[in-house]
């Protein structure tokens, strides 16, 4: 509990980093983070999540649809789990 502040404000920030660098890449379709301002719901994420923290979850598409997300994730070492649905 002593650290646990420090590792959200690590994992949120770890998250942005990574969803805008995903946002940015011409193979991406689509990311959703509650911390991009392209978040349909941004505002309410703001206001709902304490000092801008979004946590550490955030899903993307890759363009070429399922065989393509297939693919990168076959290729890529997985310090993440492939979640083909997060209840969206």
Known sequence: MKTM???IRK???SAMKVAEFLESNSMVKKV????LKSFPQKE???RQHLNGLH???L???VEGGS???RKLMNTVRRPWTLAENLGI
């Open 5 to 7: 502040e420090l590792r």
């Open 67 to 69: 065989d393509n997300g």
């Open 44 to 46: 309410l994420a703001d």
């Open 32 to 35: 959703v983070y509650p911390g």
């Open 59 to 61: 899903w993307f598409e």
């Open 11 to 13: 994992q949120s920030e």
């Open 55 to 57: 946590g550490g979850m």
